[in-house]
Nanobody
Framework: QVQLVESGGRLVQTGGSLRLSCVAS????????LGWFRQAPGKKREFVAV????????QYTDSVKGRFTISRNAAKNTMYLQMDSLKPEDTAVYYC????????????????????WGQGTQVTVSS
């Protein structure tokens, strides 16, 4: 298992930017594929983005393509989600998640693919 702690969520205006961070501890960082999910009020948690264990491959849900960028810094054991051109529909609690895997190029987009989760950070985009 790995412990995950998110930060960076806050209130921002439409069109603004935020960078979320997720710090991992407990096991070798490179052994995990890392993802971001979000849950809006009254809705199910949904996939946002994922980055492979080797940091080479990424995948995004269609609604954030071109606006969000996922990245990871192995030296800091930290994953990031850069969010630009934010919209009110991006308002949600954002969770980071980790899947124990070889440091390969595999990506995953289902909740059941991930075994470790953070507590979440609130992002609110005002119109």
């Amino acid at each position: 298992q790995v412990q995950l702690v998110e930060s960076g969520g806050r209130l921002v205006q439409t069109g603004g930017s935020l960078r979320l961070s997720c710090v991992a501890s407990g096991r070798s960082f490179v052994m995990f594929a890392l993802g971001w999910f979000r849950q809006a009020p009254g809705k199910k948690r949904e996939f946002v983005a994922v980055i492979s264990g080797n940091g080479v491959n990424t995948q995004y849900t269609d609604s954030v393509k071109g606006r969000f960028t996922i990245s990871r810094n192995a030296a800091k054991n930290t994953m990031y989600l850069q969010m630009d051109s934010l919209k009110p529909e991006d308002t949600a609690v954002y969770y980071c998640a980790a899947r124990y895997s070889s440091p390969n190029g595999n990506v995953y987009d289902r909740e059941s693919d991930f075994g470790s989760w953070g507590q979440g950070t609130q992002v609110t985009v005002s119109s």
